[in-house]
């Protein structure tokens, strides 16, 4: 049973360039969950949605920063015109259903130049 | 507004030995989650426990347990024999219940333990 997936590993971004981080949940799992972590920090809740839907953005920025779960396909957390503070790892987690713990993928490591 | 707090932010053991991470958090609320989660070098998340408020025994995986005290809102995680493998950041996070259904985790800014031989 694969775990939750994320790619790219890593991604480098120039300021101003548009960055796109997918990921795939657990076989089964409808609820998403994007969470960011700068250096040296603890990870910021930014958006958590279910299928088509999001059902909290109060963690993601309102600017730049948009989000999607189609129906079919990876998760996608989409970064316009990236900034050098945008520069952290990008974790995603999926849970089976809600209440219930957390799976976390490998995270993306952004760098923006 | 919930907080999560690691006081300690970094701790260190000898291998077999038991170490305790603290971790407080402020709530009004009656029904929610507790959970610590693993960070090792490579950087991925992993669950190690978890402790339904409701439930008034603590939970316990191994070689890993808790003591929750609720009315102190107190969450420590309790290591035994420490292994080498144990060495990661630990982090304590709250998930509050709304309608049932849970919500974001909102994590401390962990604790770095380091297991030496």
């Known amino acids: 049973n694969a775990g939750v997936m994320q790619n790219p590993r890593h991604l480098v971004r120039r300021r101003g360039q548009e960055a796109r981080l997918r990921c795939s949940p657990m076989?089964?799992?409808?609820?998403v969950y994007w969470y960011r972590q700068l250096p040296e920090e603890g990870l910021k809740f930014m958006v958590y949605l279910q299928k088509e839907n999001i059902i909290d953005e109060s963690g993601m920025p309102k600017e730049r920063f948009s989000a999607e779960f189609p129906k079919e396909g990876p998760s996608i957390l989409r970064i316009q015109q990236v900034v050098r503070g945008d520069s952290a790892a990008y974790f995603c987690a999926s849970s089976l259903f809600s209440p219930n713990e957390q799976f976390f993928g490998p995270g993306t490591r952004l760098t923006v130049l | 507004a919930q907080t999560v707090t690691q006081s300690q932010p970094e701790m260190s053991v000898q291998e077999a030995e038991t170490v305790t991470l603290s971790c407080t958090y402020d709530?009004?609320?009656?029904?929610?989650?507790l959970f610590w989660y693993k960070q090792p070098p490579s950087r991925q998340m992993i669950l190690v426990i978890r402790?339904?408020?409701?439930?008034?025994q603590n939970a316990t995986e191994n070689r890993f347990s808790v003591n929750f005290q609720k009315a102190a809102k107190s969450f420590s995680l309790k290591i035994s024999d420490s292994q080498l493998g144990d060495t990661a950041m630990y982090f304590c996070a709250f998930m509050k219940l709304a309608n049932q259904a849970g919500t974001a985790l909102i994590f401390g800014k962990g604790t770095t333990l380091s297991v030496s031989s």
């Open positions: 402790q339904e408020a409701y439930k008034q």
């Open positions: 709530t009004s609320e009656n029904n929610y989650y």
């Open positions: 076989k089964g799992h409808s609820h």
